[in-house]
């Protein structure tokens, strides 16, 4: 399994009661290349693989800017209930509700990738080190951003939950 986030949209109805164990077999379905493939297409999933937890820096470049709409900006990939695997210190595994998924979207939206990249652009570049096109991995993270804003965008219009998957 690759170092990958994956977001699945649901009704706030599946994840009540949620411990680790039953969020692990949910979540686990999406690795069936069917059902993965449905889901991203349907809008009712979206996946970042390698870079999330930079993904994740992007979106806090939004906590030093007066429109970063209080907290909001740490929803989009970590953000949420954390339920833990008593067997493990990691906890790969987050819900979060509708209300926090409805936060999530008005940052994403409010807060435009522009903005973001002016704050953060010159780290995460830095971070691929030398030999990479600078552009490339400006699309790349705005791609990232679109992604997100667009499947939180539909989630929240649908008043959905978000459960959240973290494989190492």
Not at 12 to 33: C, K, P, Q, T, Y
Not at 80 to 102: I, K, M, N, Q, Y
Not at 110 to 139: N, S
Request: charged share 20%; with cysteine; aromatic share 14%.
């Amino acid at each position: 399994m690759s170092f990958h986030m994956h977001l699945r949209a649901v009704q706030e109805s599946a994840i009540e009661g949620f411990d680790h164990a039953r969020l692990v077999d949910f979540m686990g379905a999406a690795w069936d290349w069917d059902v993965r493939q449905a889901e991203h297409s349907s809008g009712v999933a979206y996946s970042i693989e390698k870079v999330f937890a930079s993904v994740n820096d992007l979106c806090q470049a939004g906590a030093a800017l007066p429109e970063g709409l209080d907290g909001a900006w740490g929803l989009p990939v970590f953000g949420g209930r954390v339920l833990h695997d008593p067997t493990s210190p990691e906890a790969p595994f987050a819900v979060l509700d509708p209300a926090g998924t409805a936060r999530a979207a008005v940052f994403l939206t409010a807060v435009p990738f522009d903005t973001l990249w002016d704050v953060a652009g010159a780290m995460l570049r830095d971070g691929f080190g030398p030999g990479w096109d600078a552009d490339e991995i400006r699309g790349m993270y705005a791609g990232y951003h679109t992604g997100l804003r667009i499947f939180y965008e539909r989630a929240a219009a649908s008043g959905q939950a978000v459960a959240k998957a973290f494989w190492y």
